[in-house]
Nanobody, 124 residues
């Protein structure tokens, strides 16, 4: 079993930056790929970014490419999402997810464990 805890969300003005963290505990000796998803009010949860175990491979949604960067610190069992040039449409609850696989996934069904989410609000 793996537990994921997100942190770093908050309120920021458009054009600003935030850095989200996702700390894992539990069966962290296993090799998990990680992902970030988000869900805005009234919308479905959507893929944001993912990283394979070890950090060698990454993938981004088109809507965040060039603005967001996912990275990992395997020694700390932590994954980060650096979000720059934030827009009001980035407002959502951001969820960290872990997949019991070395390779990343882009679909919700590919992930085995989820955090509780952290709110990101971008004001115009």
């Amino acid at each position: 079993q793996v537990q994921l805890v997100e942190s770093g969300g908050g309120l920021v003005q458009a054009g600003g930056s935030l850095r989200l963290s996702c700390a894992a505990s539990g069966r962290t000796f296993s090799r998990y790929a990680r992902g970030w998803f988000r869900q805005a009010p009234g919308k479905e949860r959507e893929f944001v970014a993912a990283i394979g175990w070890g950090g060698a491979t990454t993938h981004y949604a088109d809507s965040v490419k060039g603005r967001f960067t996912i990275s990992s610190d395997n020694a700390q069992n932590t994954v980060y999402l650096q979000m720059n040039s934030l827009k009001p449409e980035d407002t959502a609850v951001y969820y960290c997810a872990a997949r019991d696989s070395l390779g990343y996934g882009v679909n919700i069904a590919e992930y085995d464990y989820w955090g509780q989410g952290t709110q990101v609000t971008v004001s115009s």
